[in-house]
């Protein structure tokens, strides 16, 4: 196994349970929160496509899913367009109110374009710094880990929050 089809496999687990989560729910019930506090169903898949997103774009130079392929205006959020969901209030959490087609569309548009750049990836590419804000600055390899990390996060507690709710 190379160093793509690795992260293709990987990126592939989170679209596995991301469909999981979101299927066959209805608007309502994708944005019900736990405790009436917690994060919806709804915001946790839009955050984390967001991280996944405006992570690959910016790593790989090419313009986010979200704003290249309008779906920032499509889902008609209360928010800038480069707005990842990071830090959000609970008003904001409350304020993600998305179909599970809109999830899923927006979802699946990100994950086709981290395929096309993660099937160019080598194991040299692994080690280009992608983020010098940081010390150590950030190779594209820990950027990657990290993204599958967050996403993976995010999808197991969507999931989780479908069987409290459902």
């Keep these: 196994m190379n160093t793509s089809e690795l992260l293709l496999d990987a990126f592939g687990r989170i679209q596995e349970v991301v469909h999981e989560a979101v299927e066959g729910l209805d608007d309502l019930t994708l944005g019900t929160r736990p405790e009436e506090t917690g994060n919806s169903m709804g915001w946790l898949v839009w955050h984390l496509t967001r991280i996944q997103d405006d992570h690959l774009a910016d790593a790989g130079g090419y313009e986010q899913t979200y704003t290249a392929d309008g779906w920032h205006d499509r889902l008609g959020l209360p928010f800038d ?79 989780y929050v479908r069987g409290l709710i459902s």
Aim: glycine fraction near 8%.
């Design 81 to 159: 367009a480069a707005d990842t969901g990071y830090g959000h209030s609970a008003e904001d959490v409350a304020a993600v109110k998305l179909s599970g087609e809109q999830l899923l569309g927006y979802y699946d548009a990100v994950h086709a374009r981290s395929l096309e750049y993660l099937k160019t990836l080598t194991a040299d590419d692994l080690d280009r710094i992608v983020d010098k804000r940081w010390n150590p600055p950030v190779t594209l390899g820990v950027r990657l880990i990290s993204v599958l990390s967050d996403d993976l996060q995010h999808a197991g507690q969507a999931a």
